[in-house]
C-alpha cells in the first residue's frame, strides 16, 4: 500500500474518532458513534498496514446506501447547517447526518478500491 494512502487514513481516522466524540450531543448518539467509528478503525486498519478491504467496500456499501436514503435533506438544506459546530436548530440534523454519511461513503469505497489485491 502506497505510504500517500497510509496518510490520508491516518487523517481519515482522526477525522472520524473527532466525528464520533461530537455525536453525545445527537438525539440518536450510539448509532452516529458506532458509525463514525466503523469508518475510523477501518481507517486505522488501513494506517496500520492490515487494510481489509471486503469488509471497508461493504461498509462503503452500506454507508452508500444510507447516503441515498437520506440525500434529499441536502436539497435546500440552510446553510447555518454547516456553518457552526454547535446545533442551532432541529432541521440542521439530516443534512448534517446526510453529508457525513457522503463522507464516510466516498472515503470507505475510495480506501477498498485502493487497498484491494492486485493480481
Do not use: K
Not at 491516518?10 to 466525528?19: C, R
Not at 471486503?54 to 447555518?80: I, K
Not at 454547535?86 to 472515503?107: D, F, S
Amino acid at each position: 500500500m502506497a505510504v500517500g494512502i497510509r496518510g490520508w487514513a491516518i487523517l481519515f481516522f482522526l477525522l472520524f474518532v473527532v466525528a464520533a466524540a461530537v455525536q453525545w450531543n445527537d438525539p440518536d448518539p450510539l448509532v452516529w458513534i458506532l458509525t463514525y467509528a466503523t469508518g475510523a478503525a477501518l481507517s486505522l486498519a488501513a494506517a496500520i498496514g492490515h487494510p481489509l478491504p471486503r469488509v471497508t467496500g461493504a461498509a462503503g456499501l452500506v454507508f452508500g446506501l444510507a447516503f441515498v436514503s437520506s440525500a434529499a435533506s441536502l436539497v435546500d438544506a440552510p446553510t447555518a447547517a454547516f456553518t457552526s459546530f454547535g446545533m442551532r436548530a432541529p432541521v440542521h440534523e439530516a443534512p448534517r447526518e446526510a453529508a457525513g454519511l457522503g463522507l464516510l461513503c466516498a472515503w470507505t469505497v475510495f480506501l477498498a478500491w485502493r487497498t484491494r489485491p492486485r493480481a
